[in-house]
């Protein structure tokens, strides 16, 4: 577990880091142009890019050495962060910047997350699956909490530049701990029946065995839509909040690090609880749940209200 936890150690202050600057670039577009659909693009111009690389990093992760590729996203998303800190202290800096910026970090952290996640496996005995497997929970759910409260309450005190310089170093922490640290490489033997596909017949394949399980295609499907129009809400509602309290970081910051705390609360219950025995129920109940909580969200007028609602 030495070297996970090396690992583990470094992925988790970058999170945080990561997950700074985002809350404070979302500052700064509203308060560069008050505009809902500024933040909408920030948040399209992150996600796009992932829908692509997403279908051939998974390549990439299996033939490329998984330590080189998460020290080559990280570098690259840390000289974008340099490269839009350099811009803002020199006042240059331009909405269209950071939308190249998020574009830039959305590929290499969908590569970085992937070439991590893959190497559990292999430097965690098994007995320790599930432990190593919660604690890269802990890193999201954490890192959900934590950085908004941080970025809210430190962004009127020292900017967007000192949040930037906090991601900055977090990086170099990250990197730091994967310099020493050895990651094995997977076995080859598990790929050498399918060394003759192509590449697309390789991409296919998830589609094809999806398409194959009329079950697990359904639930692709409502899980598909549920998330579209999630997020749809998910981009409106921090230009909602930031417009009803004259742009307050400190707010935003509670009501997004609510949103973590209802994460995290949410897993304790169910792992003491288990869940239903028909999973299926627990999907829709979270569903309507959410639905829920985003109607109230819309709703409120009061922070506390928001701060309930996102619980």
């Known amino acids: ?12 202050v970058s999170a945080i880091g990561s997950a700074m600057t985002k809350f404070a670039l979302t500052i700064w577009v509203w308060q560069f142009t008050e505009k809902a659909t500024a933040i909408a693009l920030f948040y399209f111009f992150f996600q796009l890019p ?16 998984r330590k080189h590729l998460m020290i080559l996203s990280d570098t690259c998303v840390a000289l974008s962060t340099i490269t839009i800190g350099l811009l803002y202290s020199t006042n240059h800096l331009l ?17 970085q997350n992937l070439a991590y996640s893959t190497s559990i496996a292999l430097i965690v005995p098994k007995q320790h699956y599930i432990r190593a497997s919660s604690m890269s929970s802990f890193v999201i759910e954490a890192s959900a909490i934590i950085a908004p409260a941080l970025a809210g309450t430190l962004y009127p005190v020292i ?23 050895q990651i094995p490489q997977p076995s080859q033997t598990d790929t ?15 589609f094809r065995y999806i398409f194959s399980k009329p079950s697990l295609l359904a639930m692709t499907i409502a899980f598909s839509l549920f998330w579209f129009v999630h ?11 930031l417009a009803r309290t004259g742009g307050n970081a400190q707010v935003l910051g509670a009501v997004v690090t609510a949103a973590g705390v209802g994460g995290v609360i949410g897993a304790l219950v169910l792992s003491m609880w288990g869940g239903f025995k028909r999973r299926i ?3 829709l109940v979270g ?15 009061k922070p506390l209200i928001w701060i309930g609602s996102q619980l």
């Open 1 to 12: 577990m030495r070297t996970f936890l090396i690992i583990w150690s470094g992925q988790f």
């Open 50 to 65: 992932q829908i692509f690389v997403a279908l051939f990093a998974g390549i990439l992760v299996d033939y490329f050495n």
């Open 95 to 111: 909405i269209w910047h950071l939308y190249a910026f998020v574009g830039v970090y959305g590929c290499f952290g969908n590569i």
């Open 159 to 181: 900017g967007l530049l000192g949040i930037l310089i906090i991601d900055i170093t977090t990086f170099v922490v990250a990197m730091g701990t994967l310099v020493l640290v």
């Open 192 to 206: 050498i029946n399918s060394e003759n596909e192509t590449i697309w017949q390789k991409l296919a394949f998830g």
């Open 231 to 241: 997020q749809l809400g998910e981009t409106l509602h921090q230009p909602m909040i």
């Open 281 to 283: 129920r627990g999907m």
């Open 287 to 301: 569903f309507i749940g959410t639905g829920l909580g985003k109607i109230v969200l819309g709703v409120g007028q």
